[in-house]
């Protein structure tokens, strides 16, 4: 679609420059901001409620992005941690939107940031948010073909979470095939299979959560 | 996203320009067309395999939409149909894509027509393609507050297909939930709770999808 992306081009570009001053503004904090993407349904939210818990190390705080409802920001403060939701009419958060939630919570003042991205395997792939690590989750149940049909938001994560592996065995898709085709378009980034529902592989990831750094 | 919007508008406008082309493109040859909708990993493409071989009575072909592969078209064909691969760099399909699309089944001359769209709950939603019929497809692993998280694509669906629900159990969700969450959103929707890989539910799909007429 030429046409779409010559009119995005400079919503992209503005963009950038938000995302360049929340990077700063992140870094001068000290916050270390990792972006969380999934299509809808991966499990983003249930993965967040079982990882913050185990985070007792880091001071954390959620910025929630929906197109509709406060469901996910009331599931992340039922867990006491603190939670931001931004409701908007978009397929995607920008670093305008992001900026602006960070705001709300200077007073939290968290060392570690989560970003909740409204569920979409496309479009947030394409917007910076000024965050330091970047991570895709997909389920078990959404198939192995995933990373292939929607490659660039894998290619640009530091990790990949394959969610809801307890699933497989019902999906027609063993742990291999998950695991090598998002080896295939993932080559650099970390992958955790796990099950957030089971706790199976929870540790490894909360893990490599905990040492996260702005960079 | 007030920038977007505006900027999207003509875009949109265009669009619509299009899709009234191809709906009468499509009533000129009587041509029934229903665009199936969902998240990525939802089973699309599962589902047509299992629904094309019961549709007996019609001559069906499928326009396919992805970023990247064409694993959708030749599982199609895999089962006898004519299938159109669009790969395109975009998070929905649009109605110049589909036109011309469709140009390449003329001498198929389907009487049912399935665009399955690229796998987003979102962005598909604003982008009318001459389609007769939208269906929206969500799967139990993805949970019951899909519908109200992302409550346009679901408004606007002729019927909702409730696919998956064999894994129900194994995701703490009942099917009275998923049944309930859907209505609330889509109150004129035919819905159908159904399993493509167990085969359960699939009869009064199929029979729903037989009896679809040019409107």
Not at 21 to 27: K, M
Not at 108 to 117: A, G, H, Q, S, T
Not at 135 to 161: C, H, I, N, W
Not at 168 to 180: H, I, K, Q, R
Request: glycine content about 6%.
């Amino acid at each position: 679609m030429t046409q779409k992306v010559a009119l995005n081009a400079p919503v992209l570009r503005k963009n950038d420059e938000f995302a360049a001053e929340n990077r700063a503004w992140f870094a001068a904090r000290r916050w270390t901001v990792i972006n969380l993407m999934s299509g809808p349904g991966a499990g983003k939210t249930t993965l967040l409620e079982k990882t913050l818990p185990r985070l007792a190390t880091r001071r954390c705080a959620v910025i929630e992005g929906d197109m509709q409802t406060d469901l996910d920001a009331s599931r992340i403060r039922a867990v006491g941690i603190a939670a931001h939701q931004i409701n908007v009419n978009s397929c995607h958060l920008d670093a305008r939107m992001v900026g602006e939630a960070a705001r709300t919570l200077i007073a939290v003042d968290p060392d570690l940031l989560f970003i909740e991205n409204i569920g979409n395997l496309v479009c947030p792939a394409a917007y910076d948010l000024g965050e330091a690590w970047r991570v895709t989750v997909f389920s078990a149940a959404e198939g192995s073909d995933k990373p292939r049909k929607y490659p660039k938001m894998f290619l640009q994560s530091d990790a990949v979470v394959i969610n809801k592996i307890d699933l497989a065995p019902y999906c027609d898709v063993s742990l291999e095939e998950l695991l090598e085709s998002v080896r295939a378009v993932s080559p650099r980034a970390a992958v955790f299979p796990l099950s957030s529902r089971t706790g199976e592989g929870l540790e490894a990831w909360v893990e490599w959560v905990a040492a996260r750094e702005v960079r």
